[in-house]
Nanobody
Framework: QVQLVESGGGLVQAGASLRLSCAASGRTFSSYTTGWFRQAPGAEREFVGAFTESGVNTYYADSVKGRFAISRDNAVNTVYLQMNTLKPEDTAVYYC????????????????????WGRGTQVTVSS
């Protein structure tokens, strides 16, 4: 069993940066592919990015590529989502998720492959 807890959300102005954290307990992140997803009000959940179990590959949605970066600190069993140049359209609840599956560019984007989810952290970007 893995418990995930996100933190770091908040209210910022457009152009600002935030770093979200996802702390895991129960198992080490190095055993899982970790994904970040987000859900805006009235919208479906969407993929943001993923960091594979091996740590070799990262994948990003086109909408955040070049602005967001995922990293992992095995020493503290935490995955981070660094978000730069935030836009109002980035406003959403952000969730981290972990799963053990064959990570491909397609599979990491599918929420169904992730077994564990955090409760989310709100990010609001004002214009």
């Amino acid at each position: 069993q893995v418990q995930l807890v996100e933190s770091g959300g908040g209210l910022v102005q457009a152009g600002a940066s935030l770093r979200l954290s996802c702390a895991a307990s129960g198992r080490t992140f190095s055993s899982y592919t970790t994904g970040w997803f987000r859900q805006a009000p009235g919208a479906e959940r969407e993929f943001v990015g993923a960091f594979t179990e091996s740590g070799v590959n990262t994948y990003y949605a086109d909408s955040v590529k070049g602005r967001f970066a995922i990293s992992r600190d095995n020493a503290v069993n935490t995955v981070y989502l660094q978000m730069n140049t935030l836009k109002p359209e980035d406003t959403a609840v952000y969730y981290c998720a972990a799963g053990q599956f064959w990570a491909t560019p397609a599979s990491v984007r599918a929420g169904k492959f992730y077994d564990y989810w955090g409760r989310g952290t709100q990010v609001t970007v004002s214009s």
